[in-house]
């Protein structure tokens, strides 16, 4: 079974068929960003949603821009009802700058409203622009989608322990991760439905599927992609052709390099999973004392113990 811990991650991704819902951005604080990889288009699906239960509602979104003044629109917008409304802010030097000043601002840059229109605001590099969308209606849905033309993606939030940014140089790479399927059949062999797509300097480098047996209901994927002398990035898109995928255990590395991860509790510091070069784990289990009572190995054939210790006291 697989374990969402400290170096181990879980994703969950719908089908594409399926609108991309905002949790939780009612706030400046927690703005959701719009950028290009793979969301300059948000939607919120207004109906049925267990958020819009009554009017007034607001939702707030970012957007940075590296170029200045490159397009006069900044977005265009569906807001499903002529009743919603739509307020620009900016430009700020950060969404934290943004959201101290967002009470005191005398006015909005801008302020929309109708069915659909295109928000025209000349851009300042780099620097970041806060949207309010004030939901009056609970029909429909809202979609915003932003010019790419400069459009920067950010962080959400500042990070401590994160790494710095990954600038693979040109060469071969492996991707590696395990899928499942939610709701899957127990008697199905093979699934269908994840896909994983990378891309490098526009193009794709590489497309991948579910191969090899499915072990606790998660089925390997995995595949070469190449880094052209071009590119300094790729974009990395993990895919549900049909209801929802979950994702775990991914790696990226050189071809002729190897990899091992390890995966700890966050509470005891003890570990719990070790990741070999294949992405297949060993999984460790400890009594209530802390002391390791049981090894477990990942394999094509299943999951099978292969280490289990056990003692008794006598007593006096």
């Given at each position: 079974m697989k374990h969402l811990l400290i170096l181990s991650v879980c994703l969950l991704f719908m089908s594409a068929a399926h609108a991309i819902t905002d949790p939780g951005n009612t706030s400046c604080a927690s703005a959701g960003f719009i950028c290009t990889s793979?969301?300059?288009?948000?939607?919120?699906?207004?109906?049925?949603?267990?958020?819009?239960?009554?009017?007034?509602?607001?939702?707030?979104?970012?957007?940075?821009?590296?170029?200045?003044?490159?397009?006069?629109?900044?977005?265009?917008?569906?807001?499903?009802?002529?009743?919603?409304?739509?307020?620009?802010?900016?430009?700020?030097?950060?969404?934290?700058?943004?959201?101290?000043?967002?009470?005191?601002?005398?006015?909005?840059?801008?302020?929309?409203?109708?069915?659909?229109?295109?928000?025209?605001?000349?851009?300042?590099?780099?620097?970041?622009?806060?949207?309010?969308?004030?939901?009056?209606?609970?029909?429909?849905?809202?979609?915003?989608?932003?010019?790419?033309?400069?459009?920067?993606?950010?962080?959400?939030?500042?990070?401590?322990?994160?790494i710095g940014t990954f600038q693979p140089p040109a060469g071969n790479y492996v991707f590696s991760a395990w899928a499942r399927e939610d709701g899957a059949a127990p008697t199905k062999t093979s699934y269908t439905f994840p896909k994983v797509t990378v891309s490098s300097g526009g193009t794709i480098a590489g497309t991948f599927f579910t191969s090899g047996p499915i072990i606790d209901g998660w089925q390997k994927i995995e595949g070469t992609f190449t880094i052209a002398s071009t590119g300094s990035s790729f974009d990395l898109n993990l895919i549900s052709l049909t209801g929802d995928v979950y994702y775990d255990d991914i790696r990226i590395f050189p071809f002729d390099g190897s990899m091992m991860s390890y995966a700890y509790d966050p509470v005891t510091l003890r570990l719990v999973a070790e990741l070999d070069e294949r992405n297949y784990a060993k999984f460790y289990e400890y009594d209530e004392e802390g002391k390791l009572i049981r090894v477990k190995k990942e394999t094509e054939a299943g999951i099978s113990t292969i280490q289990e210790n056990r003692e008794n006291s006598s007593r006096p």
């Open positions: 793979g969301r300059d288009t948000r939607t919120f699906d207004l109906a049925g949603t267990s958020f819009c239960q009554s009017s007034k509602v607001k939702l707030y979104y970012a957007l940075q821009y590296g170029v200045t003044g490159a397009s006069s629109s900044l977005l265009t917008v569906n807001t499903g009802s002529t009743t919603n409304s739509v307020k620009v802010f900016g430009p700020f030097a950060s969404v934290q700058s943004g959201c101290e000043a967002f009470n005191t601002l005398a006015a909005p840059i801008g302020t929309f409203s109708g069915t659909s229109y295109n928000v025209a605001i000349a851009t300042v590099k780099d620097m970041y622009y806060l949207v309010e969308v004030t939901v009056n209606s609970c029909s429909g849905s809202i979609t915003m989608t932003a010019n790419k033309t400069g459009l920067l993606c950010p962080d959400a939030l500042p990070c401590t322990d994160c």
